[in-house]
Protein backbone atom coordinates (compact mmCIF):
# COMPACT_ATOMS: atom_id res chain seq x y z
CA UNK A 1 0.00 0.00 0.00
CA UNK A 2 1.25 3.11 -0.61
CA UNK A 3 2.23 5.17 2.78
CA UNK A 4 0.21 7.48 4.81
CA UNK A 5 1.90 10.76 4.97
CA UNK A 6 0.56 13.15 8.38
CA UNK A 7 0.95 16.99 8.34
CA UNK A 8 -0.06 19.64 11.01
CA UNK A 9 1.80 18.98 14.32
CA UNK A 10 3.35 21.92 16.03
CA UNK A 11 3.78 23.52 19.28
CA UNK A 12 1.02 25.28 20.98
CA UNK A 13 -0.23 26.79 24.30
CA UNK A 14 -2.69 25.39 26.60
CA UNK A 15 -6.21 25.61 25.11
CA UNK A 16 -5.10 26.29 21.83
CA UNK A 17 -6.01 24.39 18.80
CA UNK A 18 -4.11 22.67 16.05
CA UNK A 19 -5.53 20.08 12.79
CA UNK A 20 -4.07 17.49 11.81
CA UNK A 21 -4.05 15.94 8.10
CA UNK A 22 -2.98 12.92 6.93
CA UNK A 23 -3.10 12.19 3.14
CA UNK A 24 -3.92 8.24 2.44
CA UNK A 25 -3.27 7.93 -1.03
CA UNK A 26 -3.75 4.22 -2.10
CA UNK A 27 -7.75 4.14 -0.46
CA UNK A 28 -9.03 5.68 -3.31
CA UNK A 29 -12.33 4.20 -3.88
CA UNK A 30 -11.64 1.29 -1.11
CA UNK A 31 -14.06 1.05 1.80
CA UNK A 32 -11.11 1.91 4.67
CA UNK A 33 -11.32 1.67 8.60
CA UNK A 34 -8.72 4.83 9.85
CA UNK A 35 -7.66 6.04 13.16
CA UNK A 36 -5.15 8.73 15.02
CA UNK A 37 -2.50 7.33 17.74
CA UNK A 38 -0.44 8.78 20.04
CA UNK A 39 2.39 8.21 21.93
CA UNK A 40 4.65 10.40 24.33
CA UNK A 41 7.70 9.45 25.57
CA UNK A 42 7.86 6.65 27.82
CA UNK A 43 4.60 5.51 27.21
CA UNK A 44 2.59 2.42 25.38
CA UNK A 45 0.89 3.95 21.86
CA UNK A 46 -3.10 4.68 22.39
CA UNK A 47 -5.92 5.25 20.48
CA UNK A 48 -7.34 8.45 19.60
CA UNK A 49 -10.15 8.42 17.41
CA UNK A 50 -11.22 6.02 14.60
CA UNK A 51 -13.29 6.76 11.87
CA UNK A 52 -14.90 4.13 8.76
CA UNK A 53 -15.35 5.21 5.37
CA UNK A 54 -19.13 4.94 5.92
CA UNK A 55 -18.51 8.22 8.52
CA UNK A 56 -18.85 6.03 12.17
CA UNK A 57 -16.40 7.73 14.38
CA UNK A 58 -15.19 6.52 18.08
CA UNK A 59 -13.17 8.72 20.12
CA UNK A 60 -10.95 7.79 23.50
CA UNK A 61 -12.54 9.27 26.60
CA UNK A 62 -9.12 11.71 27.08
CA UNK A 63 -10.62 13.67 23.80
CA UNK A 64 -14.44 13.32 24.02
CA UNK A 65 -15.82 16.95 22.91
CA UNK A 66 -12.64 18.50 21.95
CA UNK A 67 -10.89 16.77 19.32
CA UNK A 68 -12.81 15.93 15.98
CA UNK A 69 -12.32 13.17 13.26
CA UNK A 70 -13.12 13.51 10.06
CA UNK A 71 -12.44 11.85 6.09
CA UNK A 72 -12.18 13.92 2.95
CA UNK A 73 -13.04 10.78 0.32
CA UNK A 74 -12.50 12.51 -2.40
CA UNK A 75 -8.90 14.22 -1.41
CA UNK A 76 -8.28 10.88 0.65
CA UNK A 77 -7.46 12.64 3.82
CA UNK A 78 -7.73 12.11 6.96
CA UNK A 79 -8.39 15.11 9.71
CA UNK A 80 -7.87 15.26 13.25
CA UNK A 81 -9.46 18.67 14.65
CA UNK A 82 -7.98 19.26 17.58
CA UNK A 83 -9.22 21.99 20.15
CA UNK A 84 -9.34 23.18 23.74
CA UNK A 85 -5.72 21.64 23.80
CA UNK A 86 -3.63 20.39 27.43
CA UNK A 87 -0.19 19.76 27.97
CA UNK A 88 -1.30 15.99 28.02
CA UNK A 89 -1.95 15.80 24.37
CA UNK A 90 1.58 16.50 24.07
CA UNK A 91 2.69 13.51 22.09
CA UNK A 92 3.81 12.18 18.37
CA UNK A 93 0.54 11.55 16.92
CA UNK A 94 0.46 8.75 14.22
CA UNK A 95 -2.83 8.13 11.49
CA UNK A 96 -3.44 4.13 10.49
CA UNK A 97 -5.27 2.32 7.94
CA UNK A 98 -6.65 -1.19 7.36
CA UNK A 99 -9.39 -2.14 5.25
CA UNK A 100 -11.83 -3.65 8.35
CA UNK A 101 -11.14 -3.52 11.87
CA UNK A 102 -14.42 -4.54 14.09
CA UNK A 103 -15.51 -1.89 15.79
CA UNK A 104 -14.28 -2.98 19.02
CA UNK A 105 -11.02 -2.66 18.05
CA UNK A 106 -10.98 0.43 16.49
CA UNK A 107 -8.70 2.13 19.18
CA UNK A 108 -6.57 -0.39 19.65
CA UNK A 109 -3.08 0.22 17.62
CA UNK A 110 -2.42 -3.96 16.82
CA UNK A 111 -5.54 -3.63 15.02
CA UNK A 112 -3.76 -1.77 12.19
CA UNK A 113 -1.68 -2.66 9.27
CA UNK A 114 -0.81 0.71 7.48
CA UNK A 115 0.94 3.61 9.81
CA UNK A 116 2.74 6.51 8.88
CA UNK A 117 5.63 8.45 10.22
CA UNK A 118 4.41 10.37 13.28
CA UNK A 119 3.67 14.44 13.34
CA UNK A 120 4.71 16.00 16.70
CA UNK A 121 2.50 18.11 18.48
CA UNK A 122 3.48 19.80 21.92
CA UNK A 123 0.92 21.48 23.84
CA UNK A 124 3.07 23.88 26.56
CA UNK A 125 3.08 27.49 27.62
Known amino acids: QEPLVESGGGSVEPGGSLRLSCVAS????????MGWFRQAPGEEREGVAS???????IYADSVKGRFTISLDNAKNTLYLQMNSLKPEDTATYYC???????????????????WGQGTQVTVSS
Open 51 to 57: IVSEGRT
Open 96 to 114: AADFWVPFSARLRPTAYLY
Open 26 to 33: GYTGKSVC
